[in-house]
């Protein structure tokens, strides 16, 4: 510890400051397990989620772990028949990120292929959600957690099921569980596609 005052120009750390620079600290060595799901409905579909998978793989701070077969999905929540189908798949990532910078990437890669937002659940060339942040669970609007319509999702369930058999969904149980009870009704797997998992 230095003596105080002994530079009058010093100013105090505010209490504040050291708390969010601590917890950062704690972030910095003790990666955590984030699930993200990622979904394509225009332009090369395939290409996008890869490129996708490839880009989280470049951010400092996060590596992928694993990355889930491919599956061919009707659109969810809007009219039949007025969007094409969907490509989705989930990654398994393990990082050093808080949560928010975590959303901050993702929506980074977003804006990477050109993800444009005009209406809700309209189509999209990519879309990344944060799924689940280690066993986080909170209610703010800008990034909840775990995300609020995950339990109603085969989209998410299924390759989120095939890569973790045994995950959990914070508040909701078993995603084996949620997956057998949803159904897998217009959620087919395309075994002929296949994400590489970055070197
Ligand atoms: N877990 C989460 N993952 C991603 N975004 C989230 C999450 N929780 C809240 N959000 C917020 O939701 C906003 C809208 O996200 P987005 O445009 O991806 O929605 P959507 O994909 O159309 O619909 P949905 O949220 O139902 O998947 C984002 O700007 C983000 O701040
Ligand atoms: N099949 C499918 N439907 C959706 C998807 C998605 O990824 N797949 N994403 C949505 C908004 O996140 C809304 N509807």
Redesign the pocket.
Known sequence: MKPQHSDPTVQPVPAAVTAAVDAADVTLSNPKWAVLAL?ANLGNRLETLQGTVDALEDTPGLRVKAVSPVYE??????EPGSQPS?F?AVVLVRTTLPPSSLLERAHAVEEAFHRVREER?GARTI?V?IITYADVVRDDPVLTLPHPRAHQRA?VLAPWHDVDPDAQLPGHGPVADLLAALGTEGVVPRPDLELRLPE
């Open positions: 979904g999905t009707e659109p969810w929540g809007v969907y989705n659940w879309d959600d989209f």
